[in-house]
Each structure stands twice: as structure tokens, then as C-alpha cells.
């Protein structure tokens, strides 16, 4: 199917676009955006002529044309998510490939990045094999896999990242689990640089984390919680920033929860490390107050923390210190989050919703629209060298089709058993939100709802 959004208002970073126009796409790729201000063509080179025909001549095939109008609403590219949990294989009960790339396509991502803790992990090529084949038999998106940096994540001994790469792993990451061992991270760095691809890292002193929930303040004491400092966090951001200089590899910080690791990262960059950052929706969204009543569906690892600390990740997503919001999708069986507070796992149901919390920065003047999809499209796509896979991230002409329509003014009431996820773990449930994606296209093909 051939497809023209007309009237939209069309917002892409990469190419400065912010305005109304029209998008012709055929083909599955983006051919031309057509601007109605200055009525300037941003077209592909050499493209196929006459674009649509029906019922032509000369050898030209018969193509259904679906014409889309987005009046009074924005077009953006699709969303890149390089943090998320798709279980399988092995927890096909909390998650699937299929159920968990469409949970993405409903919040408005069109490709998603899962993390290797599957069972078995996702430390050699077969394992990235089964993923990879399943995605493109099942998915609804794109999927990534991204692989461990240690065997059974373990810390132990490094995995096959050379043939993990060679399938199609895109960065390595023991998420879930910290590399403690700085020789081994060291030699994960080292490896890596070669493929020139990132580490992603789980930024967590266990030796300070051991046992805790929440973080460790007044209201953990309170509530007879054992706590995780922030400097558990901090620790490790600061040493494997050390790292990154030391060996030149390409670090990329998991979920930054504090102020102090915003700091960290910041003084970093000025000083030219190779490292890149990512924080969630629910670091500056919700306090540590969030679990006030045991509530374990704000059970998160790293817990959430305090206003000053949401100021802070704020203030870094404002000035480019963080680069990227991801979901870090962690869908957990229903069972398993009615546990005590203590035993119930950690992690939060992100693809329904990251979206539309993201947007709340927007109205609230922390980014703009164009910086937003900066921190969920582009960035991610320039950090994961996307760009090399099909052009993700951006509506440039020659791209993979992967773009989504939303409503700014639609208001929704949050309700997480209609989640497409099967993860209902959530502590949003009841928010209202506004700025819901209407349409996703994903590699061309056109997902809408009421």
C-alpha cells in the first residue's frame, strides 16, 4: 500500500522540520515530504515515476493508494525504544515478542531494543538467532536484540559479543545485573570499541544495594524498608565513565535515577568521554512517596527517589545531559507483583504509556516537541547506529516508513487492564494524559484506533 498524510503537523529534528505538509510514502520508504508553507519538496533522488497508478499503461502495476488526513494533529517519526524487556525466550507467561511489539506500536514505537536477560540469556548467536528470526515471523516493529556483555550474566567470563554482533546485537548490556568486576568491564569496553558499537550499563554497587527496595531515606526508615543509597548508583556511573576514558569505548548509562550521577555524566561530557545517557518516564514522573502505601508496582530498580532528584534529571534532559528517554518495559505476571513488597520483583509496564508522560515535559516547558523527539527517536538512533539498519529515527526521504500521528489535544483516563501488554504493572493507572499516538505506521503498515 502506497500512502500520502496530508495537512499533518509534521515535526522531524533531523531536518529541522517543523511545520505544516504532506508525506507521500511508497513502497514501505518515505519518498517525499511536501512543505505547505514554503511548498519546498524534501524528495529522494531518482524516485519511481508516476508514484501512483491506477489502472496505467506501460508495465506500471496497479497500487492501492491510502490517503490519511492529519489535520490538526502531529506527525513524527515512529519512537525507538533501546530499553526494553520482550521475555521471550523462557517468560513467555509475563511477555512475548508479539504482544510486547504490539504494546509498542500502540505507544508509538516502531522499533524496540530488548535487553538479554531472557532465559536462556541472551549471551551467544543462537540465542540472538531465535530472537531476530521470531521478531521478523511475529513483530509488529522492529526489534533489536541487544546482548550480554557476560556470560549467564554472571560478571564471570566475557560472552560471545564478536558473534552475537555478527548476527545482528547492536550493544551489549548485563541490565539487570552491574559487571562489579572493573577488569572485566574494562575488557568489555576494549572488546567492543572494535565493533564499534556501545555498552550499556546497569549503574548499581551491590555491595551498597544488597537487600534494598526503595531508596534509602526518612520514608524507607518509616516504612521498615531497607534502602538503596544513591551513591550505589553513582559509584559505578563514575567508574565506568573512568573506563570509557580509558579504553575510548562507547559507554551508554542505563536509567538515571539521581542527581549525582546527572552531575557525573555532565562533567563527563565536557570533558569529551565517549558516554551517552538515558533516563525513564518514571524518574520524572513519581517520587519515592509512590510506594508510601507498599504499593509494588512502583517497585523499580533503581527506586524511584526524590523531588530533588527529578529536578535534576529535568535539568538534564533540558541541557543534553541525558539523551535519551526509554521505557525500560519490564511487564511482570500479576502474581509475582501481589507479593510482599520485599519479594515482588521490580519493574514497571512502559510501552502504553511512555508517550504520553514524556509529553507532560512539553507542556510543561522543560523540552519542546522537536527536543522530545530528539530523546525518543533520533538520539537513540544515532547511538545505536541506526541509521545504518534503514534510516530509523527520522522522516527523511529514503526511510524506513516508521512514523506516528498523534493527538495533542486527546485526554485519556489510564487503565491497565485494556494495556496491550501483558505486563498490567503499572503505577499509572487512573492518570489522565493527554497527547495519544491515533496512527503508528510501521514499515508501512498502518495501525490506527478511535
Known sequence: MNIVIKNGHIVDPSQ?????GDMVI???KIKEIISHKSKVKSQQKNPPTPPFTKGGSGGIKDLELRTINAEGRVVIPGLIDMHAHLREPGFEYKETIKTGTAAAVRGGFTTVCCMPNTYPVNDNASVTEFIIRKAAREGLCTVYPIGAITKGQKGEELAEMGAMRNEGCIAFSDDGYPVMNSLMMRRAFEYSKSFGVPIISHCEDLTLSEGGVMNEGL???TLGLKGIPSEAEKIIVYRDIMLAELTGGKLHVAHVSTEGSVELIRDAKKRGTPVTAETCPHYFSLTEDAVRDYDTNAKVNPPLRTK???DAVKEGLQDGTIDVIATDHAPHHR???????????????GLDTALSLSIRLVEEGVLTMSQLIEKMALNPSRILGLPLYGLKGMLRPGADADIIIIDMKKEVRIEASKFVSKGKNTPFDGWMLKGIPVVTISRGRIYEWQ
Not at 16 to 20: A, L, S, T
Not at 337 to 349: R, V
Open 16 to 20: 529541522k522540520i517543523d511545520g505544516i
Open 26 to 28: 511508497e513502497d514501505g
Open 219 to 221: 520514608l524507607s526508615v
Open 308 to 310: 530533588r532528584d527529578i
Open 335 to 349: 502474581d509475582e507483583k501481589l507479593k510482599e513488597f520485599d519479594l515482588a520483583p521490580s519493574g514497571i509496564s
